[in-house]
C-alpha cells in the first residue's frame, strides 16, 4: 500500500502562487511516476503534471499550465511538489497527487488539497 497526503492548498487572488506537497509513505518501491491532476466540480479529472522517476527526471505539464506551474521531487523527503504561479481563476480545483507504475497508470491517490484562485 501507499499512503499519499497532499497540502498546500488555498485561497488566492489570480496571479498569486501557492505551492502544493505531496508525501508518499508506504511501499513506494516501484511507483516510477508521480502526478498531479485536477478536478474542478461538473469537470473531468486533468491531469497537471507528471514525473518520471529514474536516473533522469522527466516532467512532462498540462498545456494550461505550461510555463506557470513547475513539479519537482526530493527524493529524501519522499515528497513531490507542484509550484504553482500566475494562477487564474480556471485554475480553481481539488488538486490531487497520483502515484503509479508508470506514468499511463496511476495506481494510488491522495485525497486532494483544494485551490481557489479569485478574480
Known amino acids: 500500500q501507499v499512503q499519499l497526503v497532499e497540502s498546500g492548498g488555498g485561497s488566492v487572488q489570480a496571479g498569486g502562487s501557492l505551492r502544493l506537497s505531496c508525501v508518499a509513505s508506504?511501499?513506494?518501491?516501484?511507483?516510477?511516476?508521480m502526478g498531479w491532476f485536477r478536478q474542478a466540480p461538473g469537470e473531468e479529472r486533468e491531469e497537471v503534471a507528471h514525473i518520471l522517476i529514474g536516473h533522469i527526471y522527466a516532467t512532462s505539464y498540462a498545456d494550461s499550465v505550461k510555463g506557470r506551474f513547475t513539479m519537482s521531487r526530493d527524493n529524501a523527503k519522499n515528497t513531490v511538489y507542484l509550484q504553482m504561479n500566475s494562477l487564474k481563476p480556471e485554475d480553481t480545483a481539488m488538486y490531487s497527487c497520483?502515484?503509479?507504475?508508470?506514468?499511463?497508470?496511476?495506481?494510488?491517490w491522495g485525497q486532494g488539497t483544494q485551490v481557489t484562485v479569485s478574480s
Open positions: 497520483a502515484a503509479g507504475t508508470n506514468c499511463g497508470t496511476f495506481d494510488y
Open positions: 508506504g511501499d513506494t518501491w516501484g511507483r516510477i511516476c
